[in-house]
């Protein structure tokens, strides 16, 4: 299989770390991904030129993130990192949304950075995506999710504060101890999420 995201992609990131989670990870090639080069495979692969995309062996295209994390739990034998208990699997697919919805805010405080020029940046748009962010973390501090099991919900929440800890579009460390220990006993618990930091 092929995996097309860039090494600092946290979406990219969630698939890295899932397929290494299941033993998956050798059955992938890594083949970096660049967004905004219309030349770039990715556009081929997925009309939202957006990564990851997951080509399977038989060739099939599969985006975007959640998505191929369903279909890797289906590669690993299933109910693995999608429970198979409807309970249990609608808690982490909410889990996995709001942790999303999070990684989808702090990405577009950095796109206003990289895609617009300074004199047409809008502070009430960068303040309105950095409260969906605050929110979303706020919420996730509130009611920490269980480490027990690892999920496509607890796999997207690690994805989103490793994110967050390197762009620091705010300072969730300080604002929310509750999340550094949940985070902490992910890592100790998940090898696989130091096993894909991004380089620095
Ligand atoms: N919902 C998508 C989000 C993917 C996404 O936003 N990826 C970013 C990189 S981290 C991207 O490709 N951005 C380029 C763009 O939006 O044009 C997923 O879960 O895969």
């Not at 062996?57 to 299933?78: E, M, N, P, T």
């Not at 047409?120 to 509130?142: C, F, I, T, V």
């Amino acid at each position: 299989m092929i995996l097309r995201t860039s090494i600092t992609s946290p979406f990219g990131r969630k698939v890295r770390l899932a397929a290494t989670h299941l033993g998956l990870i050798d059955r992938m090639r890594i083949e970096p991904a660049e967004a905004t080069n219309p030349d770039d495979m990715l556009r081929k692969d997925n009309p939202l030129g957006k990564m990851p995309v997951l080509t399977l062996d038989d060739g099939r295209k599969v985006y975007d993130s959640r998505v191929i994390l369903d279909c890797l739990d289906h590669l690993a034998g299933g109910d693995k990192i999608l429970p198979a208990d409807w309970d249990a699997r609608l808690a982490a697919l909410t889990l996995q949304a709001l942790a999303d919805g999070v990684m989808d805010a702090a990405i577009l405080i950095v796109y206003e950075g990289r895609h617009r020029p300074k004199e047409l940046h809008h502070k009430p748009w960068l303040d309105y995506q950095l409260g969906k962010a605050e929110r979303g973390l706020a919420a996730l501090a509130a009611n920490p999710p269980d480490t027990g099991r690892v999920t496509v919900g607890t796999i997207a929440t690690a994805c989103a504060l490793g994110y967050i800890d390197w762009r620091k579009q705010t300072d969730w460390r300080r604002n929310h101890p509750s999340l550094v220990k949940w985070l902490d006993a992910f890592r100790a618990a998940t090898p696989a999420f130091d096993a894909t930091t991004p380089p620095a």
